[in-house]
């Protein structure tokens, strides 16, 4: 008689397939959704009559809400339950997804925006810690390859999907379409995972304040500095009041008896090189997405699914290559892996910044695209893998929330200052006047993405691997077992 495999903790998990699917089948959800808004931008631009700023706010209200809360969700995950709040965050999700559907002018929209991001902020930190703790030791790396693979698969579809029923349909079934799939998400996960706990500690509320008026103070700052004045009273009192309530916040986190940022796990090599590139990543890759999707539709003249067809061969990537880097991971180093991807990427981004024009011909997008598909693919599971490699379980949701706070702030600042640098070159939804300024806006993402690119050479180079017993050690008891 054949037993289901078990947990280092001995209990018995379920089948490896379904504690995937449990795991994933909402991040899916939530990643899908976030590049369908990007798709629908020009569309809403049209129809709800937002300005550029609306539009900007369209994306970083989600990025804002989810990026102040992720740390207090994952804390939560850890006292009540993983799954149980892992569950309420779809629940919330969903229930966002039906005001967006239902607005009916831009505030509506942005303020479902941020239910929706206050939702996805209990699922994608938690869905890496559930995923992780379901599978056994050995199976992790494929399980997380699979896992950064089905992630590529909802930045390929994204775009599709909201090209497809924006033109068959309207813009507020990309929101409907979130409500079924919550349906069959939440009994899933319900029977597939495990309610893992972390240390049942208090949460720490003034934390959770002060990171999360922090971020919206730097962002908003940003956002207003091409309209206000750079040198502004408002402008400069908001990014310096950020820098304080960040500063404060970090403070706190050095003497709270129990801090939703550990400190303690950025004395891991790994796991602090891996949030550095995480930020670069997802500021110069989604900043300049924002830009060039946009570009398909105002200067090359292409319908929303048009726009999501031509750039398949960059988003259709991720999904082949991220689960094969996710298994070559163990055996040739994470290292290796992200400086390949953030180079292909940096180089994609510099090359379409130089080529863009507007009678550009769409075969000449091809190859730079396909670079930028095979880059990310590259960096979304080796970076999860090296993010959790020395870490304890116990450790995994404070880990994966503070690496998914500080991609979403790199998505939310990346969007920011490359809308503030499209805007301050005279940028305008009109062919001319958008390429002059797409270039400089899209050319310093390849920067940062480079940057990137030099700090993850600070990776460990070999493979990384946790011990059995960080099952249940705290990261600062356990040794970090790398090949430096």
């Given at each position: 008689m054949s037993l289901s495999p078990r947990a280092a903790d001995g209990r018995r998990t379920r089948p490896f397939g379904l504690v995937i699917a449990?795991?994933?089948?909402?991040?899916?959800?939530?990643?899908?959704?976030?590049?369908?808004?990007?798709?629908?931008?020009?569309?809403?631009?049209?129809?709800?009559?937002?300005?550029?700023e609306q539009l900007q706010w369209f994306v970083n209200a989600y990025t804002l809400a989810f990026a102040s809360t992720i740390l207090i969700a994952s804390?939560?995950?850890?006292?009540?339950?993983?799954?149980?709040?892992?569950?309420?965050?779809?629940?919330?999700?969903?229930?966002?997804?039906?005001?967006?559907?239902?607005?009916?002018?831009?505030?509506?929209?942005?303020?479902?925006?941020?239910?929706?991001?206050?939702g996805g902020a209990g699922v994608l930190p938690l869905s890496l810690a559930l995923l992780a703790g379901g599978v056994t030791a050995e199976r992790r790396p494929l399980a997380i390859g699979i896992w950064g693979g089905i992630s590529g698969l909802g930045v390929a579809v994204g775009p599709l999907v909201g090209g497809a029923v924006m033109s068959g349909w309207n813009w507020q079934a990309i929101f409907w379409l979130n409500v079924p799939v919550a349906v069959i998400a939440i009994p899933l996960?319900?029977?597939?995972?495990?309610?893992?706990?972390?240390?049942?500690?208090?949460?720490?509320?003034?934390?959770?304040?002060?990171?999360?008026?922090?971020?919206?103070?730097?962002?908003l700052g940003i956002v207003r500095g091409n309209d206000d004045g750079w040198s502004s009273v408002p402008v400069v009192?908001?990014?310096?009041?950020?820098?304080?309530?960040?500063?404060?916040?970090?403070?706190?986190?050095t003497r709270s008896r129990a801090p939703l940022m550990p400190l303690r796990l950025f004395r891991d090599r790994s796991f602090s090189v891996t949030n550095v590139v995480g930020f670069a990543f997802s500021f110069g890759t989604f900043g300049a997405i924002f830009i060039l999707i946009q570009y398909m539709q105002v200067v090359q003249g292409s319908t929303p699914l048009q726009a999501a067809v031509q750039t398949t061969p960059w988003t259709l990537a991720p999904m082949i290559v991220a689960p094969l880097a996710g298994i070559f991971a163990p055996r040739v180093g994470t290292r290796l892996l992200l400086v390949s991807g953030l180079f292909l990427q940096g180089v994609a981004l510099a090359w379409l910044a130089l080529v863009l024009s507007t009678d550009l011909d769409y075969a000449a997008l091809v190859v730079p695209f396909i670079l930028a598909g095979v880059g990310m693919g590259l960096v979304f599971a080796p970076s999860a893998t090296a993010l959790l490699a020395t870490l304890g379980v116990i450790d995994h949701a404070?880990?994966?929330?503070?690496?998914?706070?500080?991609?979403?702030?790199?998505?939310?600042l990346g969007t920011a200052v490359m809308t503030a640098i499209f805007v301050g070159a005279g940028g305008q939804l009109a062919p001319d006047l958008y390429v002059d300024a797409a270039r400089p806006a899209v050319m310093t993402g390849a920067v940062v993405l480079f940057v990137g690119m030099i700090v993850?050479?600070?990776?460990?180079?070999?493979?990384?691997t946790a011990p059995e017993e960080d099952e249940v050690a705290p990261a600062s008891d356990t040794p970090a077992l790398v090949e430096a």
């Open positions: 449990a795991a994933s089948l909402p991040m899916f959800m939530a990643t899908l959704d976030n590049l369908v808004m990007t798709n629908a931008l020009p569309v809403l631009h049209a129809e709800l009559g937002a300005t550029v804390a939560l995950g850890d006292r009540f339950g993983r799954r149980t709040v892992f569950l309420i965050g779809i629940g919330i999700f969903a229930a966002g997804s039906v005001a967006a559907a239902l607005s009916t002018d831009p505030t509506q929209l942005i303020v479902a925006r941020a239910v929706q991001g206050f996960a319900f029977f597939a995972l495990r309610n893992d706990f972390g240390a049942r500690q208090r949460i720490d509320v003034l934390g959770a304040a002060l990171a999360g008026a922090g971020v919206l103070a730097i962002v009192t908001e990014l310096a009041l950020g820098a304080v309530l960040i500063a404060a916040f970090l403070f706190w986190q404070k880990a994966s929330g503070v690496n998914s706070t500080v991609r979403e702030i790199g998505v939310a993850a050479l600070w990776l460990p180079a070999g493979r990384s």
